[in-house]
C-alpha cells in the first residue's frame, strides 16, 4: 500500500503514524459530492470491536469518536457522533480488522 500499512496505524507514542484515508484509497474515493445522509444505520458489535481506533482515523467524514465506554474484553469503543454525516462509504466496514462495523442501506 502506498505510504504504509494499516497496520502501521496501530501502536502507541512515536510509533503510531496517522496515514490519511487518501494514502490507502487514492483519490477514488471522493465524498465532496456525494450528499450526505445517504446511508443506513451504521451499528456496531461491541464484542467484537478491539479498540484498534482504524475506524476513527479513516473515515473521511470523521463520523466516529472514541468513547469511554468498555466493551467485556475492556477495550474502549467508537461511537458515531454524526451518523447524519455518513455517505455511505463503507471505508469503515471495509477496513475494521473485526468485521464489527455494519452498515445497512435503507
Known amino acids: 500500500m502506498p505510504g504504509g500499512t494499516i497496520a502501521d496505524t496501530v501502536g502507541s507514542g512515536a510509533n503510531k503514524r ?3 484515508y487518501s494514502s490507502i484509497c487514492g483519490d477514488h474515493l471522493d465524498t465532496t459530492d456525494q450528499p450526505k445522509g445517504n446511508s443506513g444505520p ?3 458489535e461491541e464484542n467484537l470491536c478491539k479498540g484498534c481506533e ?3 482515523e479513516f473515515c473521511p467524514l470523521k463520523v466516529f469518536v472514541k468513547s469511554d465506554k468498555l466493551n467485556r474484553k475492556g477495550y474502549y469503543l467508537p461511537i458515531v457522533v454524526k451518523e447524519d454525516d455518513c455517505v455511505g462509504c463503507r471505508l469503515c466496514e471495509l477496513l475494521c480488522p473485526e468485521f464489527a462495523i455494519t452498515i445497512t442501506n435503507e
Open 18 to 20: 496517522n496515514l490519511e
Open 42 to 44: 451504521i451499528e456496531i
Open 54 to 56: 482504524i475506524c476513527i
